[in-house]
């Protein structure tokens, strides 16, 4: 067998492969609803099978080939055979719409289309008469009737372990060099039309490194991962998956992010990679369980909470615990928990990385104190993805970490954060201007957020300058700190601040209704629907207590004066959120336009 240099995605897997044989790759949930592993060899098989097909239909180093699908091993097969033929993978979000499908395979000049599952094939056949660059589509489900110029999955291997062309996926494969495209990843276009992301092999493996270097010790250790974020954008696709391949773990894909719990148990996963609203409602769920508990297991968990706030420092720094505190918290452990670990399918987890949005350092410390090593992090589509994380072995809450290996970082002005590394992208796709406007005469990539760093180089996000609201009276304000201050309630489940060219701060607020209901049913209050029970007099002055009490420390100009309670919980589905749930601010002020101008009467 060959052992390739490992310049790209493609040779590491195969030296994997040679070395890890037989052992578990990845599981999936079969029809039977039990998780089922695939070998090292096995997924080689199909990954070679795949790129025959490829290889055989005239597909040539650096076409771009389309991916629109959601997270299943099937993703894997098919990315690892388009880099390992030389192609670039462009990924498209599952939940994306046709014409916003369209618009990526146009502009990427895709000449394969493959798709997940049937709403994905529909979304392309609806638009495939305006995209003559595209020769075929290729379909992972099986087809229910023939579609003229479309194949499933199963027999495009077929033919392609039939086409023989294992010589020519050697050659192509020894032949990609570390700087050639890998992918070309979609921003998610909430200002103007998306742009795209070139990474290359080099970016890839230089983060995949990068990450390896933060703990080794971590890495070397037997893991399983749950894969759950889009593989569509660069934090899963670099962390949750090239990193897992790079260091040998098994990778199981939940079946959605709605059966994320029963995955979570059934899996138990030693390592997760996930963005904030996970935790968010992890966090939520529990406080309203335990609201609703009898008297004896509230003051139990208040008190094993109150033990979890001083094991912050510990499990921060990890240092042992000793004398009184430690048989307390072993105590609290055995009794609380350890059953809600156990309960969470949380039990085996070693560590558990946040990125794609601010964390509050309150779900961060809910999960630090029971012993559950969450570490923020940070980076963009633009930067593979990750340029900061937090050291298991020092961990800041509230901070996104020092910068990775090989990473510079410096503060420009207006304090927005500026990054020179390996990891940064090569550019945007077609769109030479846009490149130009991102980066510094001194070569340094401008992220447009805002951050300070500290005096140990813990960097902490402190906004992002489109996001920045300027008050009627001048006054700049960033609403991501006073948004998560305000999900510290456990009232809160999401919350928008409005503001921007007006005289004073307002919030939009979805209530975290499982707890909201709780409260309600608890003061002897009836309703008939969440509507009803929003408008109550008792709920308006619940709301105000918990601003008052989350923003306290605000200064006057930065308080919310106004608020507005709504009955729907934003998603993807409805369009306030972006595939990596972080709140589409435009989005929101258009479609929620009536209730903020009632908080602007004067206006």
């Not at 350092?361 to 559950?372: P, Q, T």
């Amino acid at each position: 067998m060959t052992n390739y240099q490992e310049t790209s995605i493609a040779a590491i897997f195969q030296n994997r492969v040679q070395e890890l044989g037989e052992k578990a790759c990845v599981a999936y949930k079969n029809s039977h609803g039990t998780y089922e592993n695939i070998s090292w060899n096995r997924m080689n098989t199909m990954v070679r099978s795949f790129a025959g097909y490829l290889i055989s239909q005239g597909i040539r180093s650096g076409d771009k080939i389309a991916l629109f699908s959601p997270n299943r091993y099937e993703w894997w097969v098919a990315d690892l055979a388009i880099l390992s033929v030389g192609a670039v993978n462009v990924p498209i979000y599952a939940t994306n719409s046709a014409e916003e499908a369209r618009y990526i395979m146009e502009n990427s000049d895709a000449v394969l289309s493959i798709t997940g599952e049937q709403e994905h094939l529909d979304k392309v056949l609806e638009v495939r008469n305006d995209l003559p660059g595209i020769r075929g589509v290729i379909s992972f489900d099986a087809l229910d009737a023939a579609v003229p110029g479309v194949i499933d999955l199963k027999t495009a291997m077929e033919a392609g372990a039939q086409a023989d062309e294992k010589k020519e996926f050697d050659r192509r494969l020894a032949a990609i060099k570390p700087s050639d495209m890998a992918t070309i990843i979609y921003t998610s276009g909430t200002t103007g039309d998306p742009k795209g992301v070139l990474l290359s092999h080099h970016n890839f493996i230089s983060n995949v490194n990068q990450l390896y270097s933060v703990d080794p010790e971590l890495f070397k250790e037997e893991h399983t991962l749950l894969s759950f974020l889009p593989l569509s954008h660069s934090f899963e696709r670099t962390v949750g998956y090239y990193s897992a391949l790079n260091a040998g773990k098994t990778v199981a894909f939940a079946e959605d992010f709605s059966r994320i719990i029963s995955n979570f148990q059934e899996v138990r996963p030693t390592l997760i990679v996930s963005v904030p609203r996970l935790y968010e409602k992890i966090h939520a769920g529990i406080a309203a369980k335990v609201s609703q508990a009898p008297f004896i297991k509230r003051m139990l968990f208040k008190w094993a909470m109150s033990l979890a706030k001083k094991n912050l420092p510990y499990i921060c720094d990890d240092i042992p615990r000793t004398g009184l505190f430690a048989f307390q918290y072993n105590l609290a452990d055995k009794i609380i928990f350890s059953k809600l670990k156990a309960g969470l399918g949380m039990d085996r987890l070693r560590f558990a990385l946040s990125g794609g949005g601010p964390l509050s350092v309150s779900d961060a410390e809910f999960f630090l104190g029971m012993g559950i090593k969450v570490c923020e992090g940070y980076g963009l589509s633009e930067t593979s993805p990750v340029t900061h994380g937090n050291r298991p072995h020092h961990i800041k809450p509230g901070t996104v970490g020092p910068p990775l290996k090989d990473t510079i970082v410096k503060i420009g002005e207006g304090g927005e954060v500026l990054i020179k590394g390996p990891q940064v992208m090569m550019g945007y796709y077609k769109n030479e201007k846009a490149t130009k406007e991102v980066f510094t005469e001194d070569g340094f990539f401008k992220t447009g957020d805002i951050g300070e760093i500290d005096d140990e180089g813990y960097l902490k996000i402190t906004g992002r300058i489109k996001d920045l609201i300027v008050t009627s009276g001048g006054k700049n304000i960033s609403p991501q700190n006073i948004e998560n201050s305000l999900k510290a309630s456990g009232y809160v489940e999401q919350v928008a601040i409005i503001g921007d060219n007006r005289k004073y701060l307002s919030a939009l607020i979805v209530p975290a209704y499982s707890e909201l209901e709780n409260w309600a049913k608890a003061q002897g209050m009836t309703f008939g629907s969440r509507s009803e029970l929003i408008a109550k007099p008792e709920v308006i002055r619940l709301f105000e207590d918990e601003i008052a009490r989350t923003m306290k420390n605000y200064a006057r100009v930065e308080q919310i004066r106004k608020f507005t309670l709504l009955d729907a919980e934003w998603s993807q589905e409805t369009e306030e959120l972006t595939p990596t749930l972080k709140i589409k601010r435009r989005v929101i002020n258009t479609k929620y336009a009536r209730e903020i101008r009632a908080m602007y009467p004067d206006d």
